[in-house]
């Protein structure tokens, strides 16, 4: 089993719509990342975060340290939205970063 | 600033060529990491860096040689090419000091033939 589990793989939604992205850990952590991957294939950091709430825009990001889930939120999505987001989360024992296999998001318009 | 660079954007070898991969970064980071990205798998880590000087393996550093001379440069070497190592390779970077927020370079996508 992964150590970092992400669902849904894929998700398909309609503009407008409230997605919700979600990961879950199994090992003791000191921070998870939010990562976007665009169809381009750069990827840039959304988030980083180790307790309550992070908002960015549109995004939103939680995270339970206690249920070590953590959830990424899209209000009013758009289809420039679409891409690969990627969960990852730093042990608490080091540096390296430990990813989930992403959700791939189509918006259609 | 640049950010993280990486070079080249493609690349295809034949089995048993050695190339190098080149990243460089400009925001004077400490902590340097390649890892190679294959459907269905997420990233996994090839070999990291925390420093000048200082280099240390990942999940899957079989293959693959690094070196870190400088803050700036991590260059990956494969040293004989072989098809199970056709992926995107990913540069990143970080500082402790921001939380080991990522940068990431644009990638190189490589197949080995």
């Known amino acids: 089993k992964n150590e970092v589990e992400q669902s849904p793989q894929n998700l398909t939604a309609q503009e407008g719509e409230f997605i919700t992205i979600n990961c879950s850990y199994s090992v003791g952590i000191s921070a998870l990342h939010w990562l976007q991957q665009h169809p381009g294939g750069g990827i840039v950091s959304l988030f980083m975060?180790?307790?309550g709430k992070k908002k960015h825009g549109r995004l939103i990001a939680t995270i339970n340290i206690q249920e070590k889930h953590s959830s990424l939120h899209i209000t009013a999505s758009h289809p420039r939205d679409s891409a690969v987001y990627i969960c990852a989360v730093r042990k608490t024992s080091g540096s390296r970063l430990t990813f989930g296999e992403g959700t791939q998001l189509t918006v259609n318009p | 600033n640049a950010g993280v660079t990486q070079t080249p954007k493609f690349q295809v070898l034949k089995t048993g060529q050695s190339m190098t991969l080149q990243c460089a970064q400009d925001m004077n980071h400490e902590y340097m990491s390649w890892y190679r990205q294959d459907p269905g798998m997420g990233l996994r880590l090839i070999h990291y860096?925390?420093?000048?000087?200082?280099?240390d393996q990942g999940e899957v550093p079989n293959g693959y040689n690094v070196s870190r001379s400088t803050t700036e440069d991590f260059p990956l070497r494969l040293l004989s090419a072989a098809p199970s190592q056709t992926s995107v390779y990913f540069c990143?970077?970080?500082?402790?000091?921001?939380?080991?927020?990522?940068?990431f370079g644009p990638g190189t996508r490589l197949t080995v033939t």
């Open positions: 975060l180790s307790s």
């Open positions: 860096s925390v420093g000048a000087g200082i280099t």
């Open positions: 990143a970077s970080s500082l402790p000091g921001q939380g080991h927020e990522q940068y």
